[in-house]
């Protein structure tokens, strides 16, 4: 996972109809732009009782394709004020280059940003920050990670947002134009085997879904 960055800021002098590599351009400037508005917002919020430490922000592609969604931080994450850093990322990483799916086209976030020490303390105005940051990635497919992430998604008032069955490894319309699927969460199978593989069960379906993307 890689954290946004800058765009180089391009010209069209030449008073000609902008090329399809520009228009993409300046849509990934945007989305670096307002992603970067929502950190500094996410970062100056007092609603939430987390003392000292930082909000835990999302990382990835600004226009990703594919968006991750789990729902509070591990200490690591919490360390660095990454989503999906240490462990969790390492074994999302190779998860991803088994199913050689780009890891550039993923964008991984929590559903409570907030390290506080208990996940319902987080404030419910927070926690719908999601549907922003959904709006600014836009991406083609929400995987959703465990039971409460999945409760918080059908709790925000995400725009023609459909009901997601509790369908492990099953792809559904969230929206018109967005995908989810519904896997464990990836926190709990690090150590246990069974959990190892209900867990890729269920997230090799992405693989799939993947691989049939239109390649353009």
């Known amino acids: 996972m890689h954290p946004q960055g800058q765009a180089r800021e391009p010209s069209n002098q030449r008073g000609m109809p902008a090329t399809d590599d520009e228009i993409r351009e300046k849509y990934l400037e945007r989305a670096i732009r307002e992603l970067n508005a929502f950190a500094r917002e996410v970062q100056s919020c007092t609603q939430c009782p987390r003392g000292q430490l930082m909000p835990v922000l999302g990382s990835g592609h600004p226009q990703a394709d594919i968006f991750l969604i789990k729902h509070s931080a591990r200490p690591s994450e919490v360390e660095e004020g990454v989503a999906f850093y240490g462990r969790t990322g390492n074994a999302l990483m190779k998860s991803l280059r ?42 083609k497919i929400v995987v959703v990670m465990g039971p409460e992430a999945l409760a918080v998604l059908g709790e925000l008032d995400i725009p023609l947002r459909r009901e997601l069955a509790p369908a492990v490894g099953e792809i559904q319309q969230l929206t018109p134009t967005m995908e989810a699927l519904y896997v464990p969460n990836i ?24 691989a049939d993307l239109p390649p353009y």
Not at 187 to 205: I, N, Q, T, Y
């Open 98 to 139: 088994r199913l050689s799916i780009d890891p550039l086209a993923v964008y991984g976030t929590l559903c409570v940003k907030c390290p506080v020490p208990d996940p319902v303390m987080a404030d419910p105005g927070c926690v719908a920050r999601l549907v922003e940051e959904l709006a600014i990635v836009s991406p």
């Open 187 to 210: 926190d709990d199978a690090l150590d246990e085997e069974d959990a190892k593989r209900e867990f890729w069960k269920a997230f090799r379906v992405l693989g799939r879904w993947w």
